[in-house]
Structures are given as structure tokens and as C-alpha cells.
């Protein structure tokens, strides 16, 4: 396939349409949806957070709050190098307040630094108060073709 071919101008909700990677399955169960995209800047993506998240506390277990940050780092990667062809060196969350079910999980990440091999990204995630419920860092490492 060619990388042309991988490519599609997707837009799931909102009206917001940048041109990615084909989603992968779980960005798509997670009902993302794209709320803004600053060319070279961020790219912020709200997840719902449903009752199939939860930790026995009742909130969003802290492994699917990464996974929302992982889905939209991500994008942002693909975005910022040109290729699909990145993989996730490592990931760092930390957690700051709890999110319920009925709420929206904002997660906007930016870039912080890009060279030829690695992209380090930073982010954060914001409930529908607007509250910071964590924070995340992350590098990815752009695979030669």
C-alpha cells in the first residue's frame, strides 16, 4: 500500500477534518472526537468517559485515560514527522483528580520538540469543568522507511 493510500482526510464529529493515518480500532471505541487542531501546534481529542472505563472506585481507570492520551499523541506524531511510521519510545502520566461517567475527557497534546529520530510531545486532560484531571509526556521515535 501506498502512503498516499494510508492517508484520509478524516473527520468523525465536530467538523474538523486534518488529514491522518486511517484510525486505528481503538481510537474509533473510544469515540473520539476531534474538537481543535492548531497546524504544528496541538491537537486536542474528547473521549467520553463510559461505565466500561471505570475502576472499581467508580472514576476512569488510569490505564484508559493513558490510552486517550496514547490516541491522541498519537495523530500528533503522524501530523508532525509526515509519516504514519512512528513507534512510542515512552509514555508518562500522571494522574490529578478522578472522571466520572457522563463526563467528557479532554485531552489536548502539543509538541514540544522535534528532531530527526525523536518527537517529544507533552499534554493534558481536562474534564467538562475544565479541571485537569492528568498530565502526560511522551517521545516518539520516527522509524526510517
Given at each position: ?46 473521549f467520553p ?74 499534554g493534558e ?21
Amino acid at each position: 500500500m501506498k502512503e498516499s493510500e494510508e492517508k484520509e482526510l478524516y473527520e468523525p464529529y465536530g467538523g474538523i477534518s486534518v488529514e491522518l493515518p486511517a484510525p486505528p480500532p481503538c481510537f474509533v471505541n473510544m469515540k473520539a472526537r476531534l474538537v481543535e487542531y492548531k497546524p504544528g501546534v496541538s491537537l486536542t481529542v474528547a473521549f467520553p468517559v463510559f461505565e466500561i472505563y471505570l475502576n472499581p472506585g467508580g472514576s476512569m481507570q488510569g490505564g484508559i485515560i493513558t490510552a486517550a492520551f496514547d490516541n491522541v499523541f498519537g495523530p500528533l506524531c503522524a501530523i508532525a514527522s509526515g509519516t504514519p511510521k512512528s513507534a512510542m519510545v515512552d509514555i508518562n502520566t500522571s494522574y490529578h483528580r478522578p472522571v466520572f461517567p457522563g463526563d467528557e475527557l479532554a485531552v489536548m497534546a502539543r509538541v514540544k520538540s522535534k528532531g530527526k529520530r525523536i518527537i517529544h510531545m507533552e499534554g493534558e486532560a481536562y474534564n467538562r469543568d475544565k479541571k485537569l484531571v492528568a498530565s502526560a509526556s511522551c517521545d516518539y521515535m520516527i522509524l526510517n522507511s
